[in-house]
């Protein structure tokens, strides 16, 4: 059971949540506390059980058409595991959420609930958002963003124009890249009867439309403080990622996992720049 929730949890996904709210708490705080501490743990392992654990659970008919289930990619969750991975996104939630809400203020817990209800509603039976078209990508962004808003509302930030378009180029990376990801499951997805971004409009002009969404999101990080402009060039690599599947045929959709084995990589070296980046802020506005 322990290795299935493992799995479920998308061991390769857990710092794309916790360090953006790492990453905004300790740049406006300055210090490393408990509210850190327990903040980032929360996003790192419950937060990504909640998520795709719930994903899994109701994504079982279609995930078993679908070959990359059952790996790094996401759980095939036998049937018996069902149950037993709502209870534990469930466990391992609420003591995290009940300390929040008390250290937070009603602003932090506006953006509290409305980042679990993403991740509640993109899969859950009766909401379902994976299933309406270019809602499932506003949603799954949303799942990657809230944690850094709720970092920087939690510790007081004050929302200038500059962050403002630093969170707007996060939040289109996430959108392309939840539509990016889309492509590779047109197949099972229709086989499934589930219905996605790319299941609508195709995979080619998903494609498309993620190097769209990935090229806007480097230039709005153009207009952030320095250095942050420099992290405009981190966008070249996503489009470069997507570009050979450009003209991709709903029919050979499958092969743009190709691209999104790298794009599980890549995010890891784009965190690495990004680290240092923040450093450099870190270091100049001390």
Known sequence: MIRALFVSSRPLSWVNTAFPFAAAYLLTTREVDLTFVLGTIFFLVPYNLAMYG?????????DLRNPRK????GALLDPRM??????????????????????????????????????????????????????????????????????LVLAGAEFTPQLWAVLAAFFLWGVASHAFGAVQDIVADREGGIASIATVIGGRATVRFAVIAYGLGGLLLLLSAWP?????????????????????????????????????????????FVTLLLIWYWVITA
């Open 70 to 73: 059952g790996g790094v990619e």
């Open 228 to 272: 942050g402009p420099l992290a405009a060039v981190l966008a070249v690599p996503y489009v470069l990622m997507c570009a050979p599947f450009w003209n991709v045929t709903d029919d050979a959709a499958e092969t743009a996992n190709r691209g999104w084995r790298k794009f599980l990589w890549l995010n890891f070296v784009t965190g690495f």
């Open 82 to 151: 069902h149950r037993p991975t709502i209870i534990a996104s469930i466990v391992t939630t609420v003591p995290f959420v009940v300390y929040l809400v008390a250290v937070g203020s009603p602003l932090s817990w506006l953006v509290l609930a409305i980042s679990l209800f993403a991740v509640v509603a993109y899969s859950a039976k009766g909401l379902r958002f994976k299933e309406r078209p270019f809602l499932d990508s506003v949603t799954s962004s949303t799942h990657f963003v809230s944690p850094a808003v709720y970092g």
């Open 54 to 62: 719930i994903n899994d659970v109701f994504d079982y008919e279609s």
